[in-house]
């Protein structure tokens, strides 16, 4: 019995791997054409297509649909999740990992294809920097398929619910694609080649997810000697154990995570984006010497100390600043680019 579920498995990764080399290879394929500028037969097709379909309604309709993807209304929807513990902290923290790492993922393939738009003259909304690949596609399938993972994962949930569930999602995600096309911003070879690299950065992601052991399992707490780079391991350890433990990590984390992912959207400068991550690493790094120092206040005693209070109001007191700070120098680089959400 164990031998016929071990082959299963050997030959549903066989076909995972194949599927994985066959969507990169189209990618790479799709890519290369894209590289030489040449615009593609079925991008022709479509495009001419959605532009004899146009009409009030359907560019009202489509225009409520591409906003599914706006950066507010994901991040809305991953923050009333986590905030309402529809999901655990694992799930959570993986949700806001995933939209940061799709955002970077995006980010640096338009930078490397550099692909210019359709006809601005055509487009019904204004929507700047590069076209191949979609970002809104990128991020139907990672966000939008994070959510139907993690319907798949819950334990209280019918079965047929479940398919239900997903088979919805998976209609707005298509409609969310294909009103990059009728709006005029993409051409198809742009959607195609979104959805294909981001199938294979998803089966990665939750593949590492499902095995995740470092995250939630037990660490020990024997310090050994070790070499320099064994004391990454540590260091890593503190990371992970910090946000497995407290909340506010957790939740800074996840504004970090929206951060890359405005900074995205809203295209910031090479300066700007180096202004934001400094004070998004700042505002962690304050954090975890706050955690730590509660750690060994509560080390030396649990009862009341008037000094061991003062110490803690202090540590909390500097994260407190150091987050003001960052909401300042955020909402100065953000709000002037908003309109371009919109």
């Excluded at 700007?272 to 955690?291: D, G, R, Y």
């Excluded at 009341?304 to 209070?309: A, F, G, L, M």
Aim: glycine share 4%; aromatic share 12%.
């Amino acid at each position: 019995m164990q031998k016929t579920k071990d082959a299963k498995k050997i030959v549903l990764y066989t076909i995972t791997i194949i599927l994985m080399l066959a969507m990169i290879i189209c990618f790479i394929l799709i890519g290369e054409d894209i590289m030489y500028n040449k615009i593609l037969e079925m991008d022709t097709a479509l495009y001419n297509f959605a532009l004899s379909i146009r009409s009030k309604p359907l560019t009202f309709v489509f225009k409520v649909i591409t906003n599914l993807c706006n950066p507010f209304i994901m991040a809305f929807i991953a923050l009333v999740l986590m905030f309402t513990r529809k999901i655990n902290k694992q799930h959570s923290f993986a949700m806001f990992l995933n939209m940061g790492l799709t955002a970077l993922l995006n980010l640096s393939l338009k930078y490397i294809f550099r692909r210019t738009r359709p006809d601005i003259s055509q487009s019904l909304i204004f929507e700047p920097g590069y076209s191949f690949p979609s970002g809104h596609a990128m991020f139907a399938i990672t966000f939008y398929g994070f959510l139907i993972y993690l319907i798949w994962k819950s334990t209280d949930t019918k079965r047929s619910t479940k398919a239900l569930s997903s088979i919805v999602i998976a209609m707005f995600m298509a409609l969310i694609c294909f009103s990059r096309i009728y709006l005029g911003v993409h051409y198809l070879s742009d959607i195609i080649g979104g959805i294909l690299i981001t199938i294979v950065y998803m089966i990665v992601f939750t593949y590492i997810l499902d095995r995740n052991s470092f995250l939630y399992g037990e660490p020990t707490t024997e310090y050994k000697k070790h070499s320099f780079l064994g004391g990454f391991k540590y260091a890593l350890r503190g990371i992970v154990q910090s946000i497995k433990d407290e909340n506010n990590l957790l939740i800074q984390f996840a504004c970090g995570m929206l951060v890359v992912m405005f900074a995205v959207f809203l295209r910031c400068t090479f300066v700007e984006w180096a202004i934001l991550a400094i004070m998004c690493f700042l505002v962690v790094s304050l954090e975890m010497v706050n955690t730590a120092i509660e750690n060994a206040c509560d080390r030396i005693t649990l009862e009341t100390d008037e000094k061991i209070r003062k110490t803690k109001d202090i540590a909390a007191g500097a994260v407190l600043m150091m987050s003001i700070c960052a909401v300042i120098v955020a909402g100065v680089i953000f709000i002037p680019k908003l309109p371009v959400l919109f």
